[in-house]
C-alpha cells in the first residue's frame, strides 16, 4: 500500500514520532495506521498511544434532567456560526426533552417518534429547522441514564457545548460532587470507570506492545515482565478515571476523592462534538476549476 503525505501527518499527529519514523513506519505496516502506532511505541519513539480522533464537525453537545432521569445528546450541524445561535439551541432543548421523556434506544428509534402527541416526528422536526437556519443538522448520539433517589447526576458542559459530561455517583446526593467528578472527566477523558472495565483483550494488547517495548530497549528477559506489570499501571492512570489524579486536588486519586464523601462512581458518559469524523477536506482550487467547466 502507498504510504501518502496525508497518512504520515495523521501519524505525526497520534504519536507526536518524527516525519520520518512515521514514514518508515507506516511502510513497514503496510499503511496500518493501528500497528505503525504499536511499531513506534515498541521502538521507543512514539513515547505514548494518542488514539484521540481529529475533531471536525461543528455542533453541540447538550445535557437536559429531569428528575430520577437524564440524557447527554450530540447535534452536529456544519458551521460553528449555527451551533451558537438561539433556533439550534431551542433544537437541543427541544430534542432533549423528548429524549428524556420517551427514552428511544437508539437515534433510528427516536427520528420515528411524534414529538408532541400527534405532531411532528424528530425527523420531521429536525428537518423543518434545516429548512429553516440553511444548514445540515443531525443528531448523532445521545445516552439516557437513570439514577436512584439517594444518587446525583453530574452534568457538566464545557466550552459553550464541545465538551458534555454525564455521570452517576451512588450513595450521595451532592451534585456539586458529582459535577467536579464531571468536570474531571471533561478534563482528562478517561475512558472507563476502573480497570474492571477494561477489556480483557486491551490489556492483552497493551501488555504485549510493553513487553517488546522493553525487549527493545535490551532489558533482560527476567525483568521484562516485572517492568511491564509497572508500566502497566500508569496505562490504567491513563484510561480509568479512579486511578486518576482527582484534576481538583492531585494529591489524591479520584476513588480517595469520591469515597472520603461516601460515594462511588457508577456510570459516565463524555461526548466531544465530531470525535471520530473526518471534516470534509476541501481542494478550492478544484472546486473553482469545476465550477468554470459548468
Same mark, same amino acid.
Given at each position: 500500500?502507498?504510504?501518502t503525505a496525508k497518512m504520515v501527518k495523521e501519524l &505525526? @499527529?497520534?504519536t507526536g514520532a518524527g516525519m520520518m519514523d512515521c514514514k518508515k513506519a507506516l511502510q513497514e505496516c503496510d499503511g496500518d495506521m493501528d500497528k505503525a502506532i504499536d511499531y513506534l511505541r515498541e521502538k521507543g519513539i512514539a513515547k505514548a498511544q494518542k488514539k484521540a480522533d481529529r475533531i471536525a464537525a461543528e455542533g453541540s453537545a447538550h445535557i437536559v434532567v429531569d428528575g430520577n432521569t437524564a440524557v447527554v445528546l450530540e447535534v452536529n450541524s456544519e458551521t460553528d456560526f449555527v451551533a451558537k445561535n438561539d433556533q439550534f439551541k431551542n433544537l437541543l432543548q427541544e430534542l432533549g426533552n423528548h429524549l428524556? /421523556?420517551?427514552k428511544p434506544g437508539n437515534v433510528e428509534e427516536a427520528l420515528k417518534q411524534k414529538l408532541h402527541g400527534d405532531g411532528d416526528t424528530l425527523e420531521e422536526y429536525i428537518n423543518t429547522a434545516i429548512a429553516k437556519i440553511g444548514e445540515k443538522i443531525s443528531l448523532r &448520539?445521545?445516552?439516557v441514564m437513570e439514577k436512584g433517589d439517594n444518587d446525583a447526576f453530574g452534568a457538566y458542559i464545557h466550552m459553550g457545548g464541545r465538551i458534555g459530561v454525564l455521570t452517576v455517583l451512588e450513595n450521595t446526593t451532592d451534585e456539586d460532587l458529582a459535577k467536579d467528578v464531571a468536570m474531571h472527566i471533561a478534563a482528562v477523558?478517561? /475512558?472507563y470507570v476502573s480497570r474492571d472495565d477494561v477489556p480483557e483483550e486491551e490489556v492483552n494488547h497493551e501488555k504485549s506492545v510493553l513487553k517488546q517495548q522493553a525487549l527493545n530497549e535490551g532489558k533482560?528477559?527476567?525483568?521484562v515482565e516485572k517492568m511491564? @506489570?509497572?508500566r502497566l499501571g500508569k496505562f490504567f492512570e491513563q484510561i480509568c478515571l479512579l486511578e486518576q489524579e482527582f484534576?481538583?486536588?492531585p494529591d489524591q486519586k479520584v476513588k480517595q476523592f469520591v469515597e472520603s464523601r461516601g460515594a462511588t462512581v457508577k456510570e459516565f458518559v463524555r461526548y466531544e462534538v465530531g470525535e471520530g469524523m473526518e471534516k470534509r477536506e476541501e481542494n478550492f482550487a478544484e472546486e473553482v476549476m469545476n465550477q468554470v467547466k459548468k
Open positions: 500500500m502507498a504510504v &505525526r @499527529e497520534k428524556v /421523556k420517551h &448520539r445521545f445516552k477523558n478517561p /475512558k533482560p528477559e527476567h525483568i511491564v @506489570e509497572g484534576v481538583k486536588d
